[in-house]
């Protein structure tokens, strides 16, 4: 009797197990949910980055919200900010940057080294990320990173400006 108990077992136990086997489809993975559209913003950051003190400011924006921080190396201080934003508020920031010039921008010599501040743009859409440092030497393409900054000082706080 013990010995039909287990082959009553054994044969239980591989049907359990061989429907666990064949209910697991492999092509049932998810997919990654791909946005509607490839050149639409997702994330903008602008950085100044001094060289002696350490003096920073960061300002990173998204749809739904924006944070800023604020601080200097040399004496330990740190501040930092953030706020929700509303999609109107998104579509301000976002309406001058043309994704088709986003690629001609030229980014310049780091300043930071001879003690000078560094200006970094990140731009970031599904399709790809874009990353400027000191493109003000741009002349031509810049205009439309000025109008970010002067879209995220309406935003921001006076003491982040």
Not at 13 to 38: G, M, R, Y
Not at 56 to 72: H, L, N, P, Q
Request: glycine share 2%; net charge positive.
């Amino acid at each position: 009797m013990p010995t039909t108990k287990k082959l009553h077992l054994k044969i239980l136990f591989s049907i359990l197990l061989l429907s666990a086997f064949f209910s697991c489809d492999s092509k049932k993975t998810e997919q990654p949910v791909s946005p509607k559209n490839p050149h639409e913003i997702t994330f903008i950051s602008v950085s100044d980055v001094e060289g002696n003190l350490g003096n920073y400011r960061i300002i990173k924006a998204t749809k739904d919200s924006v944070f800023a921080e604020k601080g200097m190396t040399a004496n330990q201080t740190h501040k930092a900010w953030a706020s929700a934003i509303n999609s109107e508020t998104w579509k301000k920031l976002t309406s001058s940057i043309n994704i088709v010039d986003l690629d001609h921008i030229k980014s310049s010599h780091s300043q930071q080294s001879v003690d000078g501040i560094d200006e970094t743009f990140q731009i970031r859409t599904p399709k790809k990320s874009h990353i400027y440092v000191n493109a003000y030497a741009d002349t031509i393409h810049y205009k439309q990173l000025q109008q970010v900054k002067e879209q995220l000082d309406k935003i921001l706080p006076k003491e982040y400006q």
